[in-house]
T-cell receptor
Framework: LAKTTQPISMDSYEGQEVNITCSHNNIATNDYITWYQQFPSQGPRFIIQGYKTKVTNEVASLFIPADRKSSTLSLPRVSLSDTAVYYCLVGESGYSTLTFGKGTMLLVSP | ETGVTQSPTHLIKTRGQQVTLRCSSQSGHNTVSWYQQALGQGPQFIFQ???????GRGNFPPRFSGLQFPNYSSELNVNALELDDSALYLC?????????????FGSGTRLTVV
């Protein structure tokens, strides 16, 4: 599985757009990029998944450049409730296990 | 549609003891995975069960074992507890061959070994 690198922490204010970038230089052709969100004392929750270009859902957008060696999770107009740890995962579609790194701790302040 | 439920939510055990943690899968899911999450770390894969058999295992010793029942619920058993086993234990259910978005996690069991 491709190794991922993401910032340990980020700070933001309510109403701002937050972009979290994940580096995955060794991504394989069959690998997808998936982001999970985890609140304290809860299990991770799927946010978004993509293979290339741009994916958008009701929660976030995921930008993937042509070389796919990095990806950026974009959270529009964050609120205090978006304070959480965000994990970037890379792996084949249908793979049976999830490999988590340490994630990025996002702190949103008033 | 019910989500994944885990019990108990918190547990304190003494070093050397044995513990059993329980997980009920989300309706419609037939695969259960267990993860260990130490403080400040991401979840680490322990093992996965499908059709009542283990079909994948992470880097955990044999004293970590599990069961899956016909109704797809599952148990995680840990023998000879060590202090380093203190962690949040997460159960995730999915359907076979799920893409990585298909996993539903429970809220976990916080195990403290003293």
């Amino acid at each position: 599985l491709a190794k991922t690198t993401q910032p340990i922490s980020m700070d933001s204010y309510e109403g701002q757009e937050v972009n979290i970038t994940c580096s995955h230089n060794n991504i394989a052709t069959n690998d997808y990029i998936t982001w999970y969100q985890q609140f304290p004392s809860q299990g991770p929750r799927f946010i978004i998944q993509g293979y290339k270009t741009k994916v958008t859902n009701e929660v976030a957008s995921l930008f993937i450049p042509a070389d796919r060696k990095s990806s950026t999770l974009s959270l529009p107009r964050v609120s205090l409730s978006d304070t959480a740890v965000y994990y970037c995962l890379v792996g084949e579609s249908g793979y049976s296990t999830l490999t988590f790194g340490k994630g990025t701790m996002l702190l949103v302040s008033p | 549609e019910t989500g994944v439920t885990q019990s108990p939510t918190h547990l304190i055990k003494t070093r050397g003891q044995q513990v059993t943690l329980r997980c009920s899968s989300q309706s419609g899911h037939n695969t259960v995975s267990w993860y260990q999450q130490a403080l400040g770390q991401g979840p680490q894969f322990i093992f996965q069960y499908y059709r009542e058999e283990e079909n994948g295992r992470g880097n955990f010793p044999p004293r970590f074992s599990g069961l899956q029942f016909p109704n797809y619920s599952s148990e995680l058993n840990v023998n000879a507890l060590e202090l380093d086993d203190s962690a949040l234990y997460l159960c995730a259910s999915s359907t076979t061959g799920s893409r990585s978005y298909g996993y539903t996690f429970g809220s976990g069991t916080r195990l403290t070994v003293v």
